[in-house]
């Protein structure tokens, strides 16, 4: 008989959503040269030393100065990205936090994710690092793609989504032709 045991906390340095979604054709296509190959390497965790954190769900109005405030409180920030609409270059709700040490980035985790700034419960995930291009949403119209159909109104970040914001204008100007 063998005893398991599990855990009910779950890891503070795990891979975000985001992160495990990007590389999962490039792990299937690796898999299958690996099988043909007859290679059976363990990869490399990307996550093991990051210091780079990913923050989602800030408000449009939170400024930089905000933020460097709030996560200085759990190390010494060396550079903070903030997330930009692609096309306005205006902020759209996240930004890359990179510390000096692997350490910090954990305790900025653990003390600091799911806490309020502006109002607005923000997320945080390890990120493997910050590449240049990736400070920009990726939504159709340059913000990100979850506010672009988002059909609740939310002031903090710009009111309806947009494609909502779009349907409920055109129908809108058809009550008012009196269609």
Do not use: W
């Not at 045991?5 to 299958?32: G, H, I, W």
């Not at 449009?60 to 060396?78: M, R, V």
């Not at 590449?131 to 939310?154: A, I, T």
Request: with cysteine.
């Amino acid at each position: 008989m063998s005893l398991t045991t599990s855990n009910t906390v779950e890891r503070l340095d795990r891979p975000s959503a985001y992160y495990l979604n990007k590389n999962k054709k490039r792990k299937f296509s690796a898999d299958r040269e690996d099988r043909e190959n007859g290679a059976a390497e363990a990869p490399e965790d990307p996550l093991k030393d990051a210091t780079t954190l990913y923050v989602g769900n800030l408000s449009f109005y939170t400024t930089e100065e905000q933020i460097h405030e709030l996560f200085a409180k759990c190390g010494e920030i060396k550079r903070l990205v903030m997330g930009l609409d692609r096309f306005h270059k205006t902020p759209c709700g996240f930004c890359f936090v990179e510390y000096y040490s692997h350490q910090d980035a954990l305790d900025c985790l653990k003390y600091i994710g799911g806490t309020k700034l502006d109002e607005r419960v923000i997320r945080t995930d390890l990120d493997p690092g910050f590449q240049e291009g990736r400070q920009y949403g990726r939504g159709k119209s340059g913000g990100q793609v979850r506010d672009e159909y988002r059909d609740e109104y939310d002031a903090g970040r710009g009111g309806y989504g947009r494609a909502i914001a779009e349907e409920r204008l055109k129908e809108e100007e058809e009550y008012g032709r009196g269609r």
